[in-house]
């Protein structure tokens, strides 16, 4: 928002009262930049910035081609991050249980570590590594990316998306002692906004996981939830 022209305050502020109070109600057409220059004599600029304030406030979303709209006001799921990790796909179990049907896709790859996974991984940066993608599903709509990074000998197998990682790294020998997480929310990358079909304005969640055996870590993923459709649970045991 980085202007002078501050009146773009004004309609801001007209058309927040009007979604608060009802008058524009969920999935309501927003007008359009033309729209505002005209209803509310401000210029072009003042009409982006308020229809960038809003979209940031989670107000009214943008959609490509198409202009914006009043916000569903949605219900956010929680994800229980500790309560499955001994099923083959925590998140598809977490969701199972709360009655919703899952799918996923996933393949595997050989990938060069480089720095940021010789960090996590504590190897080298030329070393491979194998890359496992993710897709997860709720009635048919995505709903969740991962990217899993292990060291080679560990890769998951025809038949591991019926086994735990945990159980899959314990039938190697290696028993898993902690997990760690690391959480914030990001601007989507393009890719990640088309594959979540993510309507403009919603950031996502990136929760960056690493199992641990001792002082080794064995496994780190990347895991890209919509900062719309969910929300984070953590238990913490005394």
Same mark, same amino acid.
């Given at each position: 928002?980085?202007?002078?022209?501050?009146?773009?305050?004004?309609?801001?502020?007209?058309?927040?009262?009007?979604?608060?109070?009802?008058?524009?109600?969920?999935?309501?057409?927003?007008?359009?930049?033309?729209?505002?220059?005209?209803?509310?004599?401000?210029? %072009?600029? /003042? /009409?982006?910035?308020?229809?960038?304030?809003?979209?940031?406030?989670?107000?009214?979303?943008?959609?490509?081609?198409?202009?914006?709209?009043?916000?569903?006001?949605?219900?956010?799921?929680?994800?229980?991050?500790?309560?499955?990790?001994d099923h083959a796909t925590p998140f598809a179990t977490d969701?199972?249980?709360?009655?919703?049907?899952?799918?996923?896709?996933? #393949?595997?790859?050989?990938?060069?570590?480089?720095?940021?996974?010789?960090?996590?991984?504590?190897?080298?940066?030329?070393?491979?590594?194998?890359?496992? #993608?993710?897709?997860?599903?709720?009635?048919?709509?995505?709903?969740?990316? /991962?990217?899993?990074?292990?060291?080679?000998?560990?890769?998951?197998?025809?038949?591991?998306?019926?086994?735990?990682?945990?159980?899959?790294?314990?039938?190697?020998?290696?028993?898993?002692? %902690?997990?760690?997480?690391?959480?914030?929310?990001?601007?989507?990358?393009?890719?990640?906004?088309?594959?979540?079909?993510?309507?403009?304005?919603?950031?996502?969640?990136?929760?960056?996981?690493? #199992?641990?055996?001792?002082?080794?870590?064995?496994?780190?993923?990347?895991?890209?939830?919509?900062?719309?459709?969910?929300?984070?649970?953590?238990?913490?045991?005394?």
């Amino acid at each position: 928002m980085a202007t002078s022209d501050r009146v773009y305050l004004r309609v801001v502020e007209d058309l927040r009262r009007q979604i608060l109070d009802g008058t524009l109600g969920p999935g309501a057409v927003i007008p359009s930049r033309a729209q505002l220059t005209r209803k509310y004599r401000v210029g %072009e600029t /003042a /009409a982006r910035h308020a229809l960038r304030a809003l979209v940031s406030e989670g107000l009214i979303i943008g959609r490509i081609g198409s202009g914006h709209y009043v916000r569903e006001a949605s219900r956010l799921i929680p994800l229980h991050r500790w309560r499955f990790l001994d099923h083959a796909t925590p998140f598809a179990t977490d969701l199972q249980s709360q009655g919703r049907h899952v799918t996923w896709d996933w #393949h595997s790859e050989p990938a060069t570590a480089g720095s940021d996974l010789a960090r996590r991984l504590g190897v080298a940066a030329s070393a491979t590594v194998t890359r496992t #993608h993710y897709v997860f599903r709720g009635d048919g709509r995505p709903l969740q990316l /991962a990217t899993a990074y292990e060291p080679l000998g560990f890769a998951p197998h025809a038949g591991a998306e019926r086994t735990s990682l945990v159980a899959r790294m314990y039938a190697h020998g290696v028993k898993i002692t %902690e997990v760690v997480e690391s959480l914030h929310t990001r601007e989507p990358e393009p890719s990640e906004r088309e594959a979540l079909e993510l309507p403009a304005g919603v950031h996502v969640l990136h929760v960056e996981r690493t #199992h641990w055996a001792g002082d080794r870590p064995v496994e780190t993923s990347d895991i890209i939830v919509p900062g719309d459709r969910f929300r984070m649970v953590y238990s913490i045991p005394l």
